[in-house]
């Protein structure tokens, strides 16, 4: 951040909070949807389908439309932020829904299989083993969808609530550089930190992943250093039997 920026402080922090408030929230609420849709339908070849059609045609529509839109069907105010909120979490639903889908492709058909053989139901399977082997895909879409509303939520500058963004809009109508470059960097760090975060909670729910299974191939291969002096003893003895 700039000097300009130190030195606003007072100006830039509640504008800061804004944005946190309308990037976090959408992303929250759009996966925690979005997932309970993915399951349902993940095995229903047609409504899979149109749930598909539905979220590209959502992903089509103009941010700046849709908050200009929202407050008619809704009964709010233009400059309600939860105009703001309302169409990010659409965003997010119709890009997480796809997203999820896939994620659930992702886990082995043999996984799958083995899992409905000793006794998993349809809901148990899906929540207990294609859940948890799809939250690496999962995390890595989230991650995207949160970096995606980082940056959507400054185009609410231009109806007056963006957050950060409305340093850009003042900056530019001020010809100040320096507010808007202030701008520009903090929704940077915003987005990064948020990316972070995700990747962190991601990886803290696949332990798998981390070093548990270098750990577990590291033994598999001691192992198997061990075992082969005793084959090729084996084979020694099968040899002279010969």
Same mark, same amino acid.
């Given at each position: 951040?700039? &000097?300009?920026? +130190?030195?606003?402080?007072?100006?830039?922090?509640? /504008?800061?909070?804004?944005?946190?408030?309308?990037?976090?929230?959408?992303?929250?609420?759009?996966?925690?949807?979005?997932?309970?849709?993915? /399951?349902?339908?993940?095995?229903?070849? %047609?409504? @899979?389908?149109?749930?598909?059609?539905?979220?590209?045609?959502? =992903?089509?529509?103009?941010?700046?439309?849709?908050?200009?839109?929202?407050?008619? +069907?809704?009964?709010?105010?233009? /400059?309600?932020? +939860?105009?703001?909120?309302? $169409?990010?979490? &659409?965003?997010?639903? $119709?890009?997480?829904?796809?997203?999820? =889908?896939? $994620?659930?492709?992702?886990?082995?058909?043999?996984?799958?299989?083995?899992?409905?053989?000793?006794?998993?139901?349809?809901?148990? %399977?899906?929540?207990?083993?294609?859940?948890?082997?799809?939250?690496?895909?999962?995390?890595?879409?989230?991650?995207?969808?949160?970096?995606?509303?980082? #940056?959507?939520?400054?185009? *609410?500058?231009?109806? *007056?609530?963006?957050?950060?963004?409305?340093? !850009?809009?003042?900056?530019?109508?001020?010809? =100040?550089?320096?507010?808007? /470059?202030?701008?520009?960097?903090?929704? &940077?760090?915003?987005?990064?930190? =948020?990316?972070?975060?995700?990747? &962190?909670?991601? %990886?803290? !729910?696949?332990?798998?992943?981390?070093?548990? #299974?270098? @750990? $577990?191939?590291?033994? %598999?291969?001691?192992?198997?250093?061990?075992?082969?002096?005793?084959?090729?003893?084996?084979?020694?003895?099968?040899?002279?039997?010969?």
């Amino acid at each position: 951040m700039n &000097l300009w920026g +130190i030195r606003n402080w007072e100006t830039v922090q509640p /504008l800061l909070v804004q944005h946190l408030y309308l990037s976090v929230v959408p992303t929250l609420i759009g996966v925690v949807v979005a997932i309970p849709i993915g /399951l349902l339908l993940r095995d229903r070849r %047609r409504a @899979r389908t149109i749930a598909v059609v539905a979220s590209s045609a959502v =992903f089509t529509i103009p941010s700046l439309a849709l908050f200009v839109v929202l407050p008619l +069907i809704l009964g709010t105010q233009v /400059l309600d932020p +939860i105009n703001v909120v309302v $169409a990010l979490t &659409l965003y997010t639903v $119709a890009l997480s829904v796809r997203t999820t =889908f896939e $994620a659930l492709d992702a886990v082995p058909a043999a996984t799958r299989e083995a899992a409905t053989a000793v006794g998993y139901s349809s809901w148990r %399977r899906a929540t207990a083993i294609d859940l948890p082997l799809a939250v690496p895909v999962l995390t890595a879409g989230t991650r995207v969808v949160a970096v995606t509303n980082v #940056s959507m939520v400054s185009v *609410g500058a231009v109806i *007056g609530i963006g957050g950060l963004g409305q340093l !850009f809009t003042t900056g530019y109508q001020r010809d =100040f550089p320096e507010q808007i /470059l202030t701008g520009l960097v903090l929704i &940077l760090l915003v987005a990064i930190v =948020f990316d972070r975060i995700i990747a &962190l909670v991601g %990886r803290a !729910f696949t332990p798998w992943i981390r070093g548990a #299974s270098l @750990r $577990a191939s590291e033994r %598999r291969l001691r192992a198997l250093a061990q075992a082969l002096p005793e084959v090729g003893r084996l084979r020694e003895v099968v040899s002279g039997a010969r």
